[in-house]
Each structure stands twice: as C-alpha cells, then as structure tokens.
C-alpha cells in the first residue's frame, strides 16, 4: 500500500504552482477578477500549452492519458492560486467525451481540447436548482431546445456537453441555435451564462450511465477545487496574523485567534485524503465511487465556506473590504459549493448510496 | 498512488483464514478448558500469530515483534478476520502503545531486551506517571521527586489521574532529580516497580462511574539507578517521545471509524415516531456529516502512514491528529444521545428495573461521557490547539508558556 502521491504527481503539482507564481500572480488574480471577462487568454494558453489540456485525455487523441487523480490534484493548485477561467468545465466536458464519446466525437474533439484550440464547457442546470442527471428535463434528440443555467464560460465555449432528460448527455456546438445570456456571478474568475437552445443540432453522447460518472467526476473536481480554495483561505488568515500589530505585538500571539486558526487548519487539513480517496475511487474501486464522491463535494465545499467566513473575521476591517484579496477565494468557495447542489444534497445521496 | 484491495491481497486474506482456521478453531478449546488453559492457548496462539507476521507487525523481530511493512489495507484486513473469529489481538495497553515505542527509540540495548519482550507479550503491565495535583496543562511543572541514594533512586511526591495503576507491575515516571536548573531541564524519566511498599495507589472514581484512573502516592519509593531512559535531566525530552505516541494513539482513525459504524447501527436500532431513526432525513444529514469527518481522518491517516513509512514530511497535518479524533468522538457522542432519546435519563450503571431497557444503550451513555475523559487525558484540547498553532502553523509561543519556563 502506497497512498501517497507518486514523484510525477508531485511534479506536476510544482509545475502548475510555479507557472501560476509566475503567469498568474494574486496582483494578476486581482485584475481578473475586477476586470470584464474574467479570462485571461495569455494563461489560458499557458495552461495549455503545458498540456492541461488534455490530462484525462488519451494519448492516442493527443492527452496525457492521466487519471483523475492527476485532474483533481492539477485542479487543486489551480485553485489555490487562484486560477482565473475555463479549466474546471474544460476538463469534464473533454473527460465526458473520452470516457463515453464514440470515436468519431472523440476524433473530432479531443484532439482539439487537448491542445486548447477549442474550449469546451458543460450545462447541467435547469430552473429551481435541478442540477442532477435524475432531474434534467431537457428533451433529447437530433435537435434540442431549452435552457441550461450557470454554464461556465458559456460565452466563450465552442462545445458544450449538455444534460437531457433521462439522464442522458448530448453534444451541442456553438452556432445554429444556441445563444448566451452572461450574467455576473458572485465567482468573478470564473464567469458563467445562461445556455438557450432552440432547435440546435446535438449528438446524443454515450448511454446514460455516462451522465452519472460525469456527475461523479465533477464531485471530485469541485471538491479538489474547494480543498485548494480553504488551504489558500488559511493561509493568508495565518500569513496576516504573523504580520498585524496590535497592542505591540502581532496578533498571532493572541491565544483566542492562534485556536480559531488551529480549529480552521484542523477543519481542512485531513479533508485532503478525503478528496483524493474519492478520486482513487473514481479510477479503481467502482463501488466507492459515487458515494465518496458525493461525500467530498458536500464535505469539502462546507469547510472551504466556513474558512472562508473565518479567513475574513481573521483580517478584521481590512478583511470586509473589496480591496482584500480574500474575498476573492471566498467568492471561489461559494461557488464550488452551490455548483451542482449544496451540500445538503450530497449529504443526503450519499446517505442512500452508503444504503441507509 | 496503490490503494486497491487487488489480487495481492486477497492472497493475503486467504491464507490468514487459513491459519485463523488452523491455529485458532471456533470452539477452540471446548467445553470443559479452564481459565488458566484459555490464556496459556491464547498466548501460544499469539505467539504463532506474531511468527507469521499478523501481530505486532510494527515492532522489531529481535523484541518479540514482527517487523513488517506498514501497510493499512493490510491491517485492516487483520483486524476484520481476528474480529470476526474472535482470536486474541495484541495486548494493546498502555505498556505497548506508549512506552515500547519510547524505548525503541531512545532506550539503552539492555532497556529493551528486558522490557519490550515481556511488555509486548502482555506479561508486563504499566501506567504513565505524569500528572501531578499541582501539574496538568503545565506538566514541567512537576514537583515529585527522585534522588540518588547510593545506587538506587529513592522517590517522594504524588501523581494523580494514573490510568491502569492499580492492575500496574510498572510505572513510567517523571521526576524532579535536578531541582536547582529551569523547570524542564530538571525532570528525569525513571521506570518504576509498581509493587513495592513506598507506592501506594487509591482507585478515583470516574463521572461516568468507572473507575480506571488512580491517585499514587510515593513515599520513598525505589528503583534501581540504571533505571532511567535517556540521561538525568532530559526527562522532558524522554516524555515528548511518549506522548507523541499517546497522541498519535487516540489520534488514530481506527477508533472513530469503529465509533461511528457503531452509531450507524444505533440509528438503525433506535425509533423516531415508529419509524427507525436512519429513516429521518435530518438523522442522515447529520451521519452523513459526521462521515465527511470520519472518511477525510481515516483516508489522511492513510497517507501520514505511507509517507512515515518512507521518511516523508508529514507537514502539518501531523499536529493535528488527537484533536480531529475527539472532535469526532463528541460529534458521535452528541448523536447518539440524540438516538438514546429517554434511555438518556438513565443511569448506565443502574441496577434493577430502570436498567432492563438498557441493554446495549449502556456502553453508549458510558462513553458519551468517558469522550470528553479522552479529550483532556494526554493534552486537552486547547493544548493542542496551541502546539497546533506554534509547530503546526508557525504562530509565535505563548507569552506564559515561554515566560514560565525562563526562556
Ligand atoms: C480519562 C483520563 C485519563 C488520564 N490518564 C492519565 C495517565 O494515565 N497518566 C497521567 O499522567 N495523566 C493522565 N491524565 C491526566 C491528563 O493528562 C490531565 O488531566 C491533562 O493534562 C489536563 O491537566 P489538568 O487536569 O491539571 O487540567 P488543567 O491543566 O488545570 O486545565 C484546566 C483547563 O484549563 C485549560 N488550560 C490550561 N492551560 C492552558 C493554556 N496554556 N492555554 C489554554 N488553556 C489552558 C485546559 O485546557 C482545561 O480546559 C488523564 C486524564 C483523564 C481525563
């Protein structure tokens, strides 16, 4: 038994935080997210370039034919630097298409996923919170038409994988029939649209057991996204308290906020082997899978929240203002933890899964 | 990342069912074994059982261990099928859990020839003399002391909250053997023969009603000079090692994860109008809750071990370990009282009719108190938050703390 990340797994990690120290630094995070688009296409291709791509893509169809741990760990120091844009739908819907697609889709996509020439998100959504396969209500067939919410970078897609009734999947590209309808999210590095479809060309992709892995996958991602968001919460509450002075001394010493910061690091910290076993459940142990999935997303968004609420009392006044870059990881946390159901939700599939 | 139950060790369970079968029969001994031949079947079984490398797999061969390689799906596995068939596991006291790795690493040869051996078989049994009346939180400040008489010490003072003492053959002990240098630079680790007549152990009954810590009183008791792990004055540094292991011990996710597949069980057992409790959604958030806790320590342990195993960093994390238990230790406790509903009122300890009901519910009133015992012994929990903050998250030392030892 060896759970532990591998050297390749170690270096990937170190590879993507020293590309972000250097491409996407907090003053960069910082224009981003204060600036129209919450993009930055010159990091996007960075990313790409570096073949982030294509992680979970196959290598025959020019990926790196990793597994989703690997997917999860990248998405993890993504998050902890703050990384602006598409990565987090990119990677899934592309992860969809290798997992289920028949090889003409996977010919036809992946190759330019893997390679950036083509972005890709997804659109589960419908209205009043149906995120779940279980509940999607769009009508499939060679021609679609509905809505879809909070669609990340729904307007700079060119592909979309797209929830249908039944718990299936279909691929719709950007063009004939489809619209978007950005709107400011409360995440805004990571910017999202309402998708409308009205009678646009779709390809029904792969069967509906498909669906629920693509669920599964996301679970992981949003969790591994949300345990990067909480390290980073925490340690900018513990930098702040080693620089702040108060009467004379900085504040770190002060026992009542050394124990609120070492109750949040207890809250987060060992969520890492949470996160990590459910990806490892993805890849291998298939009767885990769906319930350790469920069972971090719920976990992990919950404390990324709570830190995030501790790291802005932390800070004090300056911790309540614009200006302060946390809030920036806060907002991240909101989203990771209302995308695709609270985690209420999740509690209570992993409750029925666990056969309760 | 290897984190599969595969073939490998399906093989392994295989041929530990095999020699469960062989060596330890259902029925074992039959209807007429006495006592006395139970435990010397027991012995031999363990023995045999450690030969083969199911038991005591962490302590060295040459110390009546058998050093084999971490390994948790491993050891999972040897703990479903020695539960399952009942067989002797290891005796997992305060003696193995907690002074065997302390002489491991930093006894003498002879140390550990004489006490890990007989320690390890259950043959010697110990307690862990710290605390002091006057002595908790700050424990380098405590005053019993031991001098050197010729050439055994001779030792004077009180320990308080000793668990086990009264059933102890041994205590390890601090003393203060250097009373005129700073506070933890005076303090000696000694080994102490528990019967003799200088030791004198009154039984404390506990809020829970057990009775398994002890007050010692030692009016000068004796032990042999050589009887002392590492030198005279670096006691401090001797008992750092062992509560490093106390801690790690209930930090360990065994336990909640045992504690919280019991509380699933309860909730299958107990009703909520009529109904079994596991079928009200707010009783699933809360379990379903409370295993996002349990699954993140168990799986984070996981990977404290691989890395320990191959000399990693643990980071941070690895502060952190006692406080996660017993914070899910009274997230379980609170929910089971939930459960218990009326039987909550009673006392666990009752005799007659109010206790007919009780039944299983017993041992979960006991321990819904005895988790908060498990907080406070071996550090409370706000200790622990400071060694979380100052070594785990680098904040500066407490200013009494520090003053208080003269630093
Ligand atoms: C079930 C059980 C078994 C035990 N077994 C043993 C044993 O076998 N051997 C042994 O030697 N001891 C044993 N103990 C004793 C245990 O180690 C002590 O009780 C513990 O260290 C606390 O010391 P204290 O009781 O003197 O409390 P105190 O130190 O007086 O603490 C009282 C309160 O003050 C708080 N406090 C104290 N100092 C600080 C500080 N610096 N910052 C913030 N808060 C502080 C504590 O957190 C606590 O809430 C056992 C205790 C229990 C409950």
Redesign the interface.
């Known amino acids: 038994?060896?759970?532990?990340?591998?050297e390749e797994?170690e270096l990937l990690q170190e590879t993507i935080a020293q590309f972000v120290a250097n491409e996407c630094p907090a003053t960069r995070v910082r224009e981003i997210f204060d600036g129209d688009t919450g993009h930055d296409p010159a990091f996007w291709k960075g990313l790409m370039e570096l073949g982030l791509g294509g992680l979970v893509v196959p290598e025959r169809f020019g990926g790196a034919g990793l597994e989703v741990?690997d997917l999860a760990l990248a998405t993890e120091t993504l998050a902890y630097g703050g990384a602006p844009g598409p990565f987090f739908a990119h990677s899934l819907a592309a992860l969809a298409i290798a997992l289920g697609g028949s090889d003409a889709q996977c010919e036809r996509w992946l190759p330019r996923l893997a390679s950036g020439e083509a972005l890709a998100s997804v659109a589960f959504a419908e209205a009043d919170g149906c995120w779940q396969p279980e509940e999607w209500q769009l009508a499939p067939g060679l021609k679609v038409s509905g809505a879809k919410h909070f669609v990340p970078s729904a307007e700079l897609a060119d592909l979309f994988v797209v929830g249908t009734a039944g718990g299936g999947l279909a691929l719709v590209a950007a063009g004939e029939g489809v619209s978007v309808e950005a709107y400011e999210g409360v995440d805004r590095v990571r910017r999202m649209g309402t998708l409308r479809l009205d009678a646009a060309p779709a390809e029904v992709l792969g069967d509906a057991a498909l669906a629920a892995r693509v669920r599964d996958a996301a679970c992981v991602l949003l969790a591994a996204d949300a345990f990067g968001t909480a390290q980073r919460l925490l340690d900018m509450a513990?930098d702040y308290?080693?620089q702040r002075e108060q009467f004379g001394?900085?504040i770190?010493?002060f026992?009542a906020l050394?124990?609120q910061?070492?109750?949040m690091?207890?809250e987060i910290?060992?969520?890492?082997?949470?996160y990590?076993?459910a990806a490892?459940a993805f890849d291998?142990?298939p009767e885990d899978s769906a319930r350790?999935a469920a069972?971090?997303k719920?976990?992990?968004s919950?404390r990324a929240m709570q830190l995030g609420r501790d790291a802005v009392e932390a800070h004090g006044g300056i911790g309540f203002t614009w200006e302060c870059d946390v809030q920036i990881w806060f907002k991240r946390a909101m989203l990771d933890r209302a995308w695709l159901g609270t985690p209420?939700v999740h509690?209570?599939r992993?409750?029925d899964l666990?056969g309760? | 990342?290897?984190?599969?139950y595969g073939p490998e060790y399906d093989d392994f369970r295989g041929e530990l069912k095999g020699f469960l079968a062989e060596h330890w029969p259902a029925g074992g001994g039959g209807e007429g074994e006495s006592w006395e031949d139970m435990v010397e079947r027991a012995a031999r079984f363990r023995a045999q059982a450690v030969e083969q490398g199911y038991l005591l797999r962490w302590v060295p061969r040459q110390y009546g261990g058998s050093e084999q390689e971490?390994?948790?799906?491993?050891a999972a596995i040897i703990r479903e099928e020695f539960h399952r068939t009942r067989a002797p596991d290891e005796p997992r006291g305060i003696g193995l859990m907690m002074l065997v790795p302390t002489l491991l690493e930093r006894g003498e040869e002879w140390q550990k020839e004489k006490f890990v051996p007989a320690t390890v078989a259950g043959d010697y049994k110990w307690c862990q003399g710290y605390s002091e009346p006057g002595s908790g939180s700050d424990l380098a400040s405590l005053r019993t002391r031991g001098e050197l008489v010729g050439d055994e010490w001779v030792i004077n003072g009180q320990k308080i909250w000793t668990t086990n003492a009264i059933d102890a053959d041994y205590m390890f002990c601090l003393c203060r053997t250097e009373p005129d240098v700073p506070k933890h630079a005076g303090i000696s680790y000694l080994l102490v023969p528990m019967k003799q007549p200088g030791v004198e152990v009154r039984p404390l009954k506990q809020m829970n009603g057990g009775q398994e810590f002890n007050e010692i009183f030692l009016t000068d008791a004796r032990t042999p000079a050589d009887w002392i792990v590492g030198k005279r004055g670096e006691g401090w540094l001797v008992s750092r090692t062992t509560l490093k292991h106390e801690r790690a011990g209930i930090g360990n996710a065994l336990g909640p994860v045992n504690a919280f597949q019991g509380v699933?069980q309860l909730?299958?057992k107990t009703l909520r109008a009529g109904r079994p409790a596991?079928e009200d959604?707010e009783v699933?958030?809360r379990?379903?809750?409370i295993?996002?806790?349990v699954?993140?320590?168990?799986?984070?342990?996981?990977?404290q071990?691989?890395?320990a195993f191959?000399g990693?960093d643990l980071?941070?994390?690895s502060t952190?370990s006692k406080?996660?238990s017993t914070?899910i230790g009274s997230e379980i406790a609170k929910l089971s009282l939930d459960l218990l509903g009326d039987e909550g009122m009673i006392d666990p300890l009752a005799q007659g009719e109010s206790a007919e009901s009780l039944g299983a519910s017993r041992s979960w009133l006991t321990q819904y108190m005895f988790s908060l015992g498990i907080a406070i012994a071996g550090g409370t929990a706000?200790i622990?938050?400071?060694v979380?903050?100052?070594r785990?998250?680098?904040?500066?030392r407490?200013?009494y703390a520090q003053r208080s030892s003269g630093k």
């Open positions: 038994m060896n759970f532990d990340t591998s797994q741990i513990v308290a080693k001394v900085t770190g010493h026992q050394k124990h910061l070492a109750d690091a207890v910290e060992p969520a890492r082997g949470l990590w076993y490892h291998h142990v350790y069972l971090a719920a976990h992990i919950e209420d509690r209570a992993a409750a666990a309760w | 990342m290897d984190f599969s971490p390994d948790a799906v491993k699933v909730a299958k596991i959604p699933r958030q379990l379903a809750a295993e996002g806790y699954r993140s320590h168990e799986y984070s342990s996981h990977r071990t691989s890395r191959r990693k980071g941070r994390v952190m406080l996660i914070n706000n622990q938050r400071n979380i903050g100052e785990g998250l680098g904040l500066p407490d200013y």
